[in-house]
């Protein structure tokens, strides 16, 4: 799991650092200041955050509204407070109120799978439909599911197989072939009977003219690639 730290100092940041990568997760981006911890949520888009109570010049409670809510959210980051205060009322929802960083950190072993919000997958539907996906087909309902995990974790890219096809055919009950097969056969069909000009503005020269369309892995990449951006120019 990829965690974004947030502390009052370099040496707590330092500490904290070392303890999360002894938990087996990695460390994407370290703030000590809500300016930098804004920038690096936007940036770096997280899986969790881990954020102290009280910070140089702010509050943690007052900074992770302006976390969560900043920009065009894609992704639901899991925020997880260190505090050392009993769990206070009337604040967002999904907070998870510790009594020190170990509890903390040993809350993100609880942490749920994100998922895209209703603007990412809005924004998902969108893009298939602008770029002419005929949303009857089977493939197009794969591409759809294989684009929200694709955006929330970039690397399932590197192996679409085993991170993608196979979860893909296991949520539906059929094979991962199957899967990369109706996924193919939806974008031949994009590109035969969909919107060319969308098409072509989306992906213009990245299309070798022998194939005359992208492969899975191309077309995946490409489409996550300009929703990422979308989500950090939010």
């Given at each position: 799991?990829?965690?974004?730290?947030?502390?009052?100092d370099?040496k707590?940041?330092?500490n904290?650092?070392?303890?999360?990568l002894?938990s087996?997760?990695?460390?994407?981006?370290?703030?000590v200041?809500?300016?930098?911890?804004?920038?690096?949520?936007r940036r770096?888009?997280?899986?969790?955050?881990?954020?102290d109570a009280?910070?140089?010049?702010?509050d943690?409670?007052?900074l992770?509204?302006k976390l969560?809510?900043?920009?065009?959210?894609?992704?639901?980051?899991?925020?997880?407070?260190?505090?050392p205060?009993?769990k206070?009322?009337?604040?967002?929802?999904?907070?998870?109120?510790c009594?020190?960083?170990?509890?903390?950190?040993?809350a993100?072993?609880?942490?749920?799978e994100r998922?895209?919000?209703?603007?990412g997958?809005?924004?998902?539907?969108?893009?298939?439909?602008?770029?002419?996906?005929a949303?009857h087909?089977?493939?197009t309902?794969?591409?759809?599911r294989?684009?929200?995990?694709?955006?929330l974790?970039g690397?399932?890219?590197?192996?679409?197989?085993?991170?993608?096809?196979?979860?893909?055919?296991?949520?539906?009950?059929?094979?991962?072939p199957?899967?990369e097969?109706d996924?193919?056969?939806?974008?031949?069909?994009?590109?035969?009977?969909?919107?060319?000009?969308n098409?072509e503005e989306?992906?213009?020269?990245?299309?070798?003219?022998e194939?005359?369309?992208?492969?899975?892995?191309?077309?995946?990449?490409q489409?996550?690639?300009?929703l990422r951006?979308?989500?950090?120019r939010?």
């Amino acid at each position: 799991m990829d965690v974004l730290i947030v502390a009052r100092d370099e040496k707590t940041l330092k500490n904290v650092e070392k303890m999360v990568l002894l938990s087996g997760n990695a460390v994407l981006g370290e703030a000590v200041d809500g300016g930098r911890a804004l920038a690096l949520m936007r940036r770096s888009l997280p899986d969790a955050l881990l954020c102290d109570a009280l910070l140089r010049g702010t509050d943690g409670i007052a900074l992770l509204p302006k976390l969560l809510q900043k920009g065009s959210q894609l992704l639901r980051p899991l925020p997880v407070l260190s505090a050392p205060f009993p769990k206070p009322g009337g604040l967002l929802g999904g907070l998870c109120f510790c009594r020190g960083w170990d509890e903390a950190i040993a809350a993100l072993e609880g942490a749920k799978e994100r998922s895209p919000s209703p603007e990412g997958l809005q924004a998902i539907e969108n893009t298939l439909e602008t770029l002419g996906f005929a949303p009857h087909m089977r493939g197009t309902h794969y591409l759809r599911r294989a684009l929200e995990l694709c955006v929330l974790d970039g690397r399932r890219l590197q192996n679409l197989r085993d991170h993608v096809y196979a979860r893909l055919a296991e949520e539906s009950g059929g094979a991962a072939p199957n899967v990369e097969r109706d996924i193919r056969y939806a974008i031949e069909s994009a590109w035969r009977y969909g919107r060319l000009q969308n098409l072509e503005e989306f992906f213009g020269y990245t299309v070798l003219p022998e194939r005359g369309k992208p492969t899975n892995r191309a077309f995946l990449a490409q489409i996550t690639d300009r929703l990422r951006r979308a989500y950090q120019r939010g």
